[in-house]
């Protein structure tokens, strides 16, 4: 039995001033944006800060003038609690859509900045399909320290694919750096160790600037600083004309050259990694030695693709510690013929997220070249399927 104090019986109506006073409060209060009309953003806006004042006016209404709140009975109680409940459960789901618009928002904002950092590939390029794509491991970034870039020049068409050491801002500075230089040095450079060189000096200069950013009052990098163990691994090919591909490769794992052959049961899907031997090491910690020769991989005749990846990919690891076997999944994926790029990253990014049990530990990124060219110039030359030889 709910039992009512002194004066205020329990069917009462809330006193004249109160609801007075609360009528002024909506009409008066930020509740009059509901009325806006022309400007959504104001509408927007007056709403963000309507609703939060209702339900606190509907709180404190309920408090200070409902008699059935000065009620100290169970049920009096109950039915207080009630009232609190939904109130607190209206600013709750406001908050929640209000961050939650706030977070699409900030999606777009990246979303645009990843395509100019990392623009999209061309679906073609002088003949060749194109497609790349990243995994990276953290759940809804788009860009990591994973790098690369396709581009048609006089010489051919030149492919940059890099890892960069670290996580975070900095990493994506770096990025940035090393991009902006390859999309420039690749015109205008006539040999690909030029381009290389290019890369390096805009590296060493962007660590310098960070430097001095981290570092303003000591004129360089402290000697525990990060900056002086960053760096940078990258495998820059030139695929000319006829087919001929020349590497230079800096600390990077060698691509895979996918081809299939006619088989009894269907298609039989090779993958070949390519042997280029020791490479340079990563830019960086040490300068680029004086003689850079380029390593000659042969022709990527039709029919074939390269397969071009970061670390990441092949270092992921199932709950048992076992790697990724990437080799095993492009000879699967390869089957299917003619090879197409984007479906290929796909296949294998399945399998890898179906072996790691979800996201991996590590960025990764896959870079797909497939010639789908009916003929290409045939010169001497050893096809691409054999071990990659330096040039003298």
């Known amino acids: 039995m709910i039992r009512s104090r002194a004066g205020a019986p329990a069917g009462a109506r809330l006193p004249t001033r109160t609801r007075a006073a609360f009528r002024a409060l909506v009409r008066a209060g930020p509740l009059r944006v509901l009325a806006l009309r022309g400007d959504p953003r104001r509408l ?10 209702l339900w606190g006016a509907v709180a404190i209404t309920y408090k200070m003038a409902c008699p059935l709140a000065q009620e100290t009975g169970l049920g009096a109680r109950i039915v207080s609690s009630a009232v609190f409940f939904a109130v ?6 406001h908050i929640r859509h209000t961050l939650l618009r706030e977070l699409r928002q900030m999606r777009k904002i990246a979303h645009a900045a990843q395509n100019v950092l990392l623009r999209p ?13 990243q995994l990276s491991a953290d759940r809804g970034a788009g860009v990591g320290g994973d ?5 048609t020049t006089e010489q051919g068409v030149r492919v940059v694919m890099g890892d960069v050491r670290g996580h975070g801002l900095g990493a994506l500075s770096t990025v940035a750096a090393v991009l ?25 200069r962007h660590l310098r600037e960070r430097s001095r950013a981290e570092h303003p009052a000591g004129g360089g990098a402290e000697p525990d600083s990060p900056l002086a163990e960053e760096f940078v691994t990258l495998l820059l090919l030139e695929i000319r004309p006829d087919g001929e591909v020349v590497a230079l490769n800096c600390g990077h794992p060698w691509p895979y050259l996918l081809s299939s052959t006619p088989g009894p049961r269907g298609p039989r899907g090779r993958a070949e990694r390519l042997a280029g031997g020791e490479p340079l090491p990563p830019l960086g910690p040490f300068p680029l030695p004086a003689d850079l020769p380029l390593v000659r991989c042969g022709r990527l005749r039709p029919g074939e693709a390269l397969v071009l990846h970061t670390d990441g990919v092949e270092d992921a690891r199932d709950r048992r510690g076992r790697f990724f076997p990437l080799h095993t999944a492009l000879a699967e994926a390869v089957r299917v013929r003619p090879v197409v790029p984007q479906a290929l990253i796909h296949a294998v990014f399945a399998q890898l997220l179906r072996h790691a049990g979800g996201l991996p530990a590590d960025d990764g990124a896959l870079l797909v070249l497939a010639n789908d060219r009916r003929r290409v110039v045939v010169q001497q030359g050893e096809p691409i399927r054999r071990p990659a030889q330096r040039a003298t």
């Open 44 to 53: 927007r806006r007056g709403l963000s800060l309507g609703l939060p004042t």
């Open 180 to 204: 902006g230089s390859f999309r420039e040095a690749a015109h205008d450079e006539a040999e690909l160790a030029g381009v290389l060189r290019r890369l390096e000096r805009a590296l060493a």
């Open 121 to 133: 590939l061309p679906p073609r390029v002088d003949g060749l399909a194109v497609a790349g794509g």
């Open 88 to 93: 607190g459960t209206g600013l709750v789901l």
């Open 147 to 151: 790098l690369y870039e396709v581009l």
